[in-house]
DNA sequence: CGCAGAACTGCACGACTCTGCCGTCTTTAG
DNA sequence: CTAAAGACGGCAGAGTCGTGCAGTTCTGCG
């Protein structure tokens, strides 16, 4: 089948497979959104060979595979940067996580939370408890919390991080006295960035990482929240050792090497198919 | 029937359901409050589909059911039932309050605000400045602020009163080493509740008053915010005298007696017809 | 030069998802 | 109480996904 330019064109695409899932990277990142239908017919090869490329670039972390095509990386955090658009990414399992930690809050008890989409999850379906103390460092977990459930709800002051609304700085709350009163809490809820056998729990952002330790020196149990992607990697800040939660919340099994280090760090491993 | 162009995109759209939920929440998220047949012809999809939709994103938390179509997690929340319906009450002269009160701020300084729907709008109108420091007590402001604007952003710490989504308790910033440090700007932003001649400037909420209070003996300059329906009332807690204020910012001009008594103070009156 | 192995591509088949349609039941409004 | 609108569940068609298989091209090696 010769057409004259256009089979050069083709051919020398074919033979470079990289070069066309490079293309077809840009393509998605400046467009936003695509079929693969489309695809296919763009760059003249089969559906199959486009599926298969795309699940390798979504693979890599370049867009976000969707059914019937994909959409870039950058148009779902530009869609709805504030909140709910990170939410999309891993709607549903940060939905199953958030029960679990949800049940692991008694009613009457005072729990500390830190900021993110996890944990925002959490306070979303925190909505059949009863008298809850709720500290935290999110500014989007108050308003989040059903009015019903709470009795008192603090937040640490300082400096704001205008990305992912939360403060930073050491957890002080300010009291008529004058100095600052030190408080504790019965449950911690902490969602972080990463979790690796070597590394245990960590987190991109230094300051963040500091308040999460804070909240965990002043709690009486710790609960880690973290999705399945978030496995085996090791971020910037290191937040705690494995050892230092009591509980490990995700959404599915996690590798056999963190399943034994968890274990042998006596952290009890919380999913939604597992028996208790 | 065949619209051209508009048919490519629509089917484009049709072929990647993730994408069409994302718009579609995003949608809900702005209007706040959506029917199914709204959405229905909208988005070209049977009314069906946007129900399922409509099912799956509210068991994702992104919405909330109701019969005959959705609304936004937010407007259910107490962020917009309390905040935006009182926006909604004098929404025009609350906007004209914040322009006058905006051209008040130099780029470059220290501001302080405290909660309410009158500063709020106050932050909104901020997008021409720059470098800006703004510390507050409510959880409201820092979204409000434009990201381009802003040098940083502190929020005070306390206990938050779920209503108003402010922070109540004495202003005091943690450090590093442990004591609090001692801060101050250079023109402090209060929307009250109440003026009058002989109460001076009053609010409602004990805790809100002393907040507003301790921010206004910090500052440098001090702008009051009211708008002209809270001229000559009276409510429960004193916030200050009127001449603690530097300048009374509001929509339309007071009673004459209000007026004088501000003149006799030294307080600036700003109003949108006025001349400086 | 010939050959084995690996990678890429297209195709086929079964399973799944999405979508619209229909009938029935429930809720809402008058 | 009645009628209209919406919700619920089942159903079938179309599109998509996942997997296995065969053919082709490229690479490394004898």
Redesign the interface.
């Known amino acids: 089948m010769g057409r004259s330019v256009a089979v050069d064109n083709e051919d020398r695409q074919r033979r470079l497979p990289a070069g066309r899932k490079a293309k077809l990277a840009a393509y998605v990142a400046e467009t936003g959104?695509v079929?693969v239908?489309?695809l296919a017919e763009r760059f003249g090869v089969s559906i199959d060979t486009i599926r298969r490329d795309l699940d390798q670039l979504s693979a890599d972390g370049v867009l976000v595979r969707?059914?019937?095509?994909a959409?870039s990386q950058s148009s779902?955090s530009r869609?709805?940067r504030?909140v709910?658009?990170r939410?999309?990414l891993e709607?549903?399992e940060k939905?199953q996580i958030?029960k679990l930690a949800a049940a692991l809050v008694k009613d009457g008890s005072v729990i500390m939370m830190n900021g993110g989409t996890t944990t925002l999850?959490v306070a979303?379906?925190l909505r059949d408890h009863r008298d809850l103390t709720v500290a935290t460092n999110s500014?989007l977990v108050?308003?989040?919390?059903p009015?019903s459930t709470?009795r008192?709800?603090?937040?640490?002051?300082?400096?704001?991080r205008?990305l992912s609304?939360t403060?930073t700085?050491?957890?002080?709350?300010?009291?008529?006295g004058?100095a600052?009163l030190d408080v504790s809490c019965d449950l911690a809820l902490i969602g972080v960035g990463a979790v690796s056998v070597e590394g245990g729990y960590t987190t991109s952002n230094l300051a963040d990482a500091a308040m999460m330790r804070e909240m965990i020196s002043r709690a009486a149990r710790v609960a880690i929240l973290a999705d399945s992607s978030k496995f085996g990697r090791r971020l910037f800040a290191q937040v705690a050792d494995l050892a230092a939660a009591d509980y490990f919340v995700t959404d599915t099994a996690p590798p056999p090497d963190l399943v034994r280090a968890l274990r042998e760090n006596e952290v009890e491993l919380i999913t939604p198919d597992a028996t208790t």
Chains 1, 2 share one sequence.
Do not use: C, M, Q
């Open positions: 959104e079929t239908t489309d969707t059914y019937g095509g959409v779902i869609v709805d504030t709910d658009v939410l999309t709607k549903h939905e958030a999850a979303r379906n500014l108050p308003p989040a919390l009015e709470i008192e709800v603090y937040v640490f002051g300082g400096a704001v205008t609304l403060t700085g050491p957890i002080s709350l300010p009291s008529a004058g600052d």
